[in-house]
T-cell receptor, first 112, second 112 residues
Framework: AAGVIQSPRHLIKEKRETATLKCYPI?????VYWYQQGPGQDPQFLIS???????DKGSIPDRFSAQQFSDYHSELNMSSLELGDSALYFC???????????FGDGTRLSIL | QKEVEQDPGPLSVPEGAIVSLNCTYS??????FMWYRQYSRKGPELLMY????GNKEDGRFTAQVDKSSKYISLFIRDSQPSDSATYLC????????????FGKGTLLTVNP
């Protein structure tokens, strides 16, 4: 079965640069969620979109923004990157905003 | 105090053992309960999903939810070396609250 696809899998950036992470949900899923997982930490919710509208917001820095497009894929844009932004970024998707959420394999972002 | 508490382990058992993993939570609004398995450098993989209280069985896995005690469990029967991973409990209140709140994860090693 098709899963959540995230790209790129790995990304290396320097401080103050920008990064864009992409997420392609499971076919027919219309809800996308973004999570950040620091080393040895549990995933922390950042933001979610249902039918291309922001549906919920967590601890997402103002330097980050996200959107969901007409084909339901989503992009997380990160600017003025800081060392503390180094983490695994997961995208999850579900159908009509209902649980459960299915996760991709994440993008590992490293800030030098 | 975190909303969801989970013993991080590590937990080491011999092959064939019964494994019991647990989480407690403080938010009585949680209605959706999930267990995810996460291998190193991979995304969380959904194992079990339960709505409200009760038991659910799927092969070697059994999930239990006791909302009166705010306590959930995952049992793994006949554990295998391939079950070695980090197990994360996750919860959501649903409705307009889309996010998952995770426990810190329990690292399980099943020794052959």
């Amino acid at each position: 079965a098709a899963g959540v696809i995230q790209s790129p899998r790995h990304l290396i950036k320097e401080k103050r640069e920008t990064a864009t992470l992409k997420c392609y949900p499971i076919p027919r899923h219309d809800t996308v969620y973004w999570y950040q997982q620091g080393p040895g930490q549990d995933p922390q919710f950042l933001i979610s979109f249902y039918e291309k509208m922001q549906s919920d917001k967590g601890s997402i820095p103002d330097r980050f923004s996200a959107q969901q497009f007409s084909d339901y894929h989503s992009e997380l844009n990160m600017s003025s990157l800081e060392l503390g932004d180094s983490a695994l970024y997961f995208c999850a998707s579900s159908f009509t905003g209902e649980q459960p959420q299915h996760f991709g394999d994440g993008t590992r972002l490293s800030i030098l | 105090q975190k909303e969801v508490e989970q013993d991080p382990g590590p937990l080491s058992v011999p092959e064939g053992a019964i494994v019991s993993l647990n989480c407690t939570y403080s938010n009585s609004a949680f209605q959706y309960f999930m267990w995810y398995r996460q291998y190193s450098r991979k995304g969380p993989e959904l194992l079990m999903y339960t709505y409200s209280s009760g038991n659910k069985e799927d092969g070697r896995f059994t999930a239990q939810v006791d909302k009166s005690s705010k306590y959930i469990s995952l049992f793994i029967r006949d554990s295998q070396p391939s079950d070695s991973a980090t197990y994360l409990c996750a919860m959501s209140s649903g409705g307009s609250n889309y996010k998952l709140t995770f426990g810190k994860g329990t690292l399980l090693t099943v020794n052959p």
